[in-house]
């Protein structure tokens, strides 16, 4: 599985848009990348999935560049709820997740 | 409601003693996981089962015993080989649909502490 690389933390104010800029520059063609957030103290949920196209659904959009060595992952208004830790993961569509550390969002109010 | 149940929310245990954690979904997935995770780490996967009675080990399966006897059921045993069990544990399930996007949802985890 290809390796992702995110800044540690990232902050923003309530309200705004925030991206969340994810680095995989050995992504295969056949990788997806995924996001899932983990908000303190219960198991991860799943945020958003694409492979080649920018994608929206109800909760982000997933901005993918043309070369696909990076995504970023966008909250058009940050909430105080979406107070996580956002894992950027590139993967096939079989094979587990790897989680690495990924970046804490921390929303002022 | 669909969705996967970890029991209990808090365990403790003394040293040298098996202890096991219980996942169920009733989401009708195929597929279960465990991962562990420490303080401001990510997840790392335990275990992993794509069917009934079949289940391989993951990045960290040692001192970890699992069994999947019924689809809705992976319960986790962390045994006494278990060198530093003091951890979060959380279980996931998915659908395992060949070409399509199949999403891990997660359990609420179980936070072991031995003493």
């Known amino acids: 599985d290809a390796k992702t690389t995110q800044p540690n933390s990232m902050e923003s104010n309530e309200e705004e848009p925030v991206h969340l800029p994810c680095n995989h520059s050995?992504?295969?063609?056949?990788?997806?990348i995924h996001w899932y957030r983990q908000l303190p103290s219960q198991g991860p949920e799943y945020v958003i999935h694409?492979?080649?196209s920018n994608v929206n659904n109800r909760m982000a959009s997933l901005a993918i560049a043309e070369d696909r060595k990076s995504s970023t992952l966008i909250l058009h208004r940050a909430t105080l709820r979406d107070a996580a830790v956002y894992y950027c993961?590139?993967?096939?569509?079989?094979?587990?997740?790897?989680f690495g550390k990924g970046t804490k969002l921390s929303v002022k109010p | 409601d669909g969705g996967i149940t970890q029991s209990p929310k808090y365990l403790f245990r003394k040293e040298g003693q098996n202890v096991t954690l219980s996942c169920e979904q009733n989401?009708?997935?195929?597929?279960m996981y465990w991962y562990r995770q420490d303080p401001g780490q990510g997840l790392r996967l335990i275990y992993y089962?794509?069917?009934?009675?079949?289940?391989q080990k993951g990045d960290i399966a040692e001192g970890y015993s699992v069994s999947r006897e019924k689809k809705e059921s992976f319960p986790l045993t962390v045994t006494s080989a278990q060198k530093n069990p003091t951890a979060f544990y959380l279980c996931?399930?998915?659908?395992?649909?060949?070409?399509?996007?199949?999403?891990?949802?997660f359990g609420p985890g179980t936070r072991l502490t031995v003493l």
């Open positions: 996931a399930s998915s659908f395992r649909r060949t070409g399509d996007y199949n999403e891990q949802f």
């Open positions: 050995t992504i295969s063609g056949t990788d997806y």
């Open positions: 694409g492979l080649t």
């Open positions: 993961i590139v993967r096939g569509s079989q094979g587990n997740l790897i």
């Open positions: 989401l009708n997935h195929d597929a």
């Open positions: 089962s794509q069917i009934v009675n079949d289940f």
